[in-house]
């Protein structure tokens, strides 16, 4: 569960509860990908990242 809230917080939610209320509002959306989509969305053609510390 843990790791599950790292991730929401890397997305800008401060909270689950208040990543509810983002996607409620709109404001944070989230779409389902296959194993196959994720393969080849990869970061291959990525140039910089910048993770942020919440």
């Known amino acids: 569960m843990h790791a599950v809230k790292q991730g929401f917080q890397d997305l800008?939610?401060?909270s689950i509860a208040r990543s509810w209320q983002r996607l409620?509002?709109?404001e944070q959306r989230l779409e389902r990908l296959t194993g196959a989509a994720?393969?080849?969305g990869g970061v291959h053609d990525l140039h910089?990242?910048?993770k942020r510390s919440w």
């Open 48 to 50: 910089t990242f910048d």
């Open 24 to 26: 409620d509002s709109g």
């Open 38 to 40: 994720q393969a080849e």
């Open 12 to 14: 800008g939610a401060t």
